[in-house]
């Protein structure tokens, strides 16, 4: 199975910082890559897809790169509503998707 | 509007059995993969299981394989997710998802509300 690996588990910021999460293949999963929001008690959403395509309706403050095993979501500038957990999720493997243990934004 | 609602969801006993259904509207549901995904309280988010468009091939995670048992009725618009010999470890809300593609990368673009299972005596 590949493994993917986030850092900083969790991470503490203002608003109006940027912030950058790391997360890891444990093999080269190419641009398989998607980034998901969730809120407490709320579902995930969906935010950017192939590793770098924002998904229609998210702002543009938020951004991905990176491909083979490495990659990053970074916000540009925070807002109150981004304070959430983030999940990369690789879908090299489809349909046997696993995501990272998630990434908790939190306000300073 | 797209939308997916579970049902099905409960307190049972460990060994015991249960059906989670998940409702699909507004979108051509015999057209998508459909998954399981679940999040036990205050963890992340596991691939439970998998099925295709016509429910020909499916998928599962080792850790429900041999208990668990995904289906889909098209003509009805709905997926299943038949539980047994459940176990405390499978104690979670468990969320159905619909798989979309996007530039060739498949990803899990809507999300149900989720459906809350706890296994205990």
Redesign the interface.
């Known amino acids: 199975d590949i493994q993917m690996t986030q850092s900083p588990s969790s991470l503490s910021a203002s608003v109006g910082d940027r912030v950058t999460i790391t997360c890891r293949a444990s093999q080269s999963i190419s641009?398989?890559?998607?980034w998901?929001q969730?809120k407490p008690g709320k579902?995930?959403?969906?935010l950017i897809?192939?590793a770098s395509?924002l998904?229609s309706g998210v702002p543009s403050r938020f951004s991905g790169s990176g491909s083979g095993t490495d990659f990053t979501l970074t916000i540009s500038s925070l807002q109150p509503e981004d304070f959430a957990t983030y999940?990369c999720?690789q879908?090299y493997s489809?349909?046997?998707?696993?995501?990272?243990?998630?990434t908790k934004l939190e306000i300073k | 509007e797209v939308q997916l609602v579970e049902s099905g969801g409960g307190l049972v006993q460990p060994g015991g059995s249960l059906r989670l259904s998940c409702s699909a509207s507004g979108f051509t549901f015999s057209s998508y993969p459909m998954h399981w995904v679940r999040q036990a309280p205050g963890k992340g988010l596991e691939y439970v299981s998998a099925i295709n468009s016509n429910g020909g091939s499916t998928y599962y995670a080792d850790s429900v394989k041999g208990r668990f048992t995904i289906s889909r009725d098209n003509s009805k618009n709905t997926l299943y997710l038949q539980m047994s010999s459940l176990r405390a470890e499978d104690t979670a809300v468990y969320y159905c998802v619909k798989v979309g593609a996007y530039a060739a990368v498949t990803t899990l673009d809507i999300w149900g509300q989720g459906t809350m299972v706890t296994v205990s005596s």
Not at chain 1, 31 to 34: A, Q, R, T
Not at chain 1, 43 to 46: R, T, V
Not at chain 1, 94 to 102: D, K, L, M, N, V
């Open positions: 641009s398989y890559l998607n998901y969730q579902a995930p959403k969906l897809y192939a395509s998904q999940y999720q879908s489809a349909p046997r998707y696993t995501f990272g243990q998630g």
